[in-house]
């Protein structure tokens, strides 16, 4: 590559975002880091520029279409034509399906869902010209079901089908696309999680390492280092896949 290939994360201000916004930068590629809020992506920035490394801050709520094709642009511009997507932006609005009002089902749905398909639809025109791409979308081991997120898991399935389909579509101009679906990583989302629940994050994940054949709960830099793949060069055979990174088999 004479100049490095441009990628772009979005959620990447932090956690699993983050973590793999820095692992990519470190892994030679120029990286935007995109989220809601242009200043709250400024430690990841900061970090990756820290390392020798290349980056870029955009605000945009990727449920916006017009907000979506405004950043794509921005980050051809200055950082050069995408070419790798982590589709990684996500929020919760749990709760029993009783109890789960139209606006926690819609957020959900809008950023998870919609966001995913607005970032790739813009990204996938720089993909095809150049003939080549990296698709990674963040689903969850949520997809498979779980109590009082009907929202976030109905979501996360949806992601793996779009990640599917999107590997057949896209597959003759040279464009893989992937799912890493984590199972319990160690974030400020679990911290609140755990919050909401009433217990202390240290027991919460005490429960949860128990649980998990490997003994441990994971890190975003678990994630990280799946999406370091699933984005490189080597990887240019495996398209269409749902890969479970939580310590254990799920699917």
Known sequence: MSQPRTAIVTGAARGIGAAVAKRLARDGFAVAVIDLDEASCADTVAAIEAEGGKALAVGADVSDSAQVEAAVTKVAEELGAPTVLVNNAGIL?????????????????????????LMTRAVQKHQTEQ??????????????????????????????????????????????????????IET?????????????????????????PVGRIGTP??????????????????????????????D
């Not at 399906?97 to 606006?103: A, I, Q, R, S």
């Not at 400020?188 to 998990?212: P, Q, V």
């Not at 830099?221 to 990174?245: K, N």
């Open 93 to 117: 609005r749990d709760n029993l399906l009783f109890k789960m009002t139209d606006d926690d089902w819609d957020l959900v749905m809008n950023v998870h869902l919609r966001g995913s398909f």
């Open 131 to 184: 003939k080549y791409g990296r698709i990674v979308n963040l689903s969850s081991t949520s997809a498979l079901g779980n109590r009082g997120q009907a929202n976030y898991a109905t979501a996360k399935a949806g992601l793996q089908g779009f990640t599917k389909t999107l590997a057949i579509e896209l597959g003759k101009f040279g464009v893989t696309a992937n799912a890493i679906a984590p199972g319990f």
């Open 188 to 212: 400020e989302m679990t911290a609140a999680t755990a919050e909401r629940m009433g217990l202390s994050f240290e027991d919460f994940k005490k429960g949860a390492a128990s649980m998990i």
């Open 221 to 250: 830099d678990d994630i990280a280092a799946t999406a370091s793949f699933l984005c490189g060069e080597e990887a240019g055979f495996v398209s269409g896949q749902v890969i479970y990174v939580a310590g254990g088999p799920k």
